[in-house]
């Protein structure tokens, strides 16, 4: 008998949850759930497609529900509405409202007596957890994260938004130098300028001012100001061509020092260089399905968070045999 | 009221586990247990030493009993034998038998009420983690572990037994061109030869041929034959003035496929560069012994290891403050 799931939305994140359950031998897509139309959409696997508001009749037939909507406008609310009904998976990445998010719907799912994942990922998620882990293991020592080379979505959309621009996408890239200062466990202490620099790949419409562009989206206050920013005009096809995929990453790294005197330093790093942002976050929501599943068949009920899930929960095999394959 | 430790041998390990509790503010050490004459023996922080003996009658002293001997003779009995009074951590990593030690310690704890944590380290333990995390996020892909470079006391004791040898040191070292490999994303099979060189740094005794030296190292099989083997001879204060350190570590990685039809490649690295490789299995056994006495404290009974803990229970803080601060 496989765990039944849902998708409850079909943007990228929807679609990498759909292509990662077929890689699993334990669970098995119902269907996918959205507020269009459901004969206006297709799913990549044929899977069957139900408008959002009949999920709570198909209470029987689906054993977690994977929410893949997005953390502005669905999820602060989808989330908690799902709970009612289904075992809940989420992405939800606006770091400040984590605590209100989490006890929000950890108050359905102690009524429901449901179990929910909330934001779940890389970060928030794997990073997330390597920072726990770091700290726990190197109490005394410093953590640092660094994004990318990856695509960050709120920063094209701001690029986007400048007058003249027709199209844009803007890379995340980590300041080499930097990064090795912290793998020789120098401890530096970096300004946001050392850690990131930030390159736009821009097509401006006919007649456009590209100098007023450049100037607009160099002293951009939050998203570009505190940076180097590096600007590159492209054709629509250019971009269309080279600039169309999803790829991000990024490292969390714990440096921290050892012995009575902190005569010894350690470096952990965890890297994560990904083709398809979307679909590596699909992989880790699904595992974390897998793990609502079984807590909820021992009984658990609330919210939890990567830092709440004993990790062989997240894996196919019994516990037996990681002790035996992969300890 | 802080967690109460003992340490039980007091070798490296031992040594390491001492000077991490000193870095913790809810834990203390009550004392030292050896099986040598306690009064033959001074501390790091001058802590109390007791005869090993001495254990069972402070049951009421000591909250978790962190387990510092050898894997070979000392914890097979050793941690099934502390497990009949205290909570216990090892660091038992002769991966062949840890199925058989789980099931002899969890017999234990079942009946005394006690918990255990067995095989904690970094491999066996976070290597271990993250081999299990990049399974279950990436189920298509490929898992590679690479050690050093650093120190393997095997090895090192093998070119010791050699005759004409006075002392040595032997270095495992991951091959640059392998690594490179991996974090392309290439998925390569690699052999034993491709994966790891070794380098010994040799003191022969006055008079010895080395040339038979150099051959009995390079050809003798399971240690050296099956890898590139570099062989140096040098001084006895060349090798005391640098070859004196414990340094170790490595990477874990999980490449892996997504999409529909495997068209996004992704990369999972988990690195450790370590300059004490005893103080930093005790900052990972530290955290283990939190654990343990928090799973305690709610009832909990049985043998665990890194997969069976939710991350939580190993990082001081609360996990509200956590989800606030850290995810």
Redesign the interface.
Known sequence: MKIRIGIAGYGNLGK?VE??L???DDMELVGVFTRRAPESLTT??NAPVFHMDEAKNMTDAIDVMILCGGSANDLPRQTAEMAEYFNVIDSFDT?AK??EH?ERVDGVCRKSGKIAVI?AGWD?G?F??N???G??????GNDYTFWGKGVSQGHSDAIRRIKGVADGKQYTIPVEEALNRV?N?ENPTLTTRQKHIRECFVVPEEGADLAAIEEAIKTMPNYFADYDTIVHFISQEELDRDHSGIPHGGMVFRT?K???NN??????????????NP??T???LV?CA?AAYRLGKEGEVGCR????????Y???SD??E???K??
């Open positions: 990498g292509c990662a077929t890689k699993t990549k696997t770091h984590i605590p989490f934001s928030p794997m997330s957890l920072r726990l882990l700290q726990a293991i190197l109490p005394e793998r466990g921290g050892t012995g009575l005569e010894h330093s350690h470096v952990i790093e965890y890297r994560l260089k990904l083709d398809s679909e590596f699909a992989g880790v595992a897998r968070t990567i830092f709440d899930i004993a990790p062989a997240l894996h196919p516990p037996r990681l002790r035996q992969l300890l």
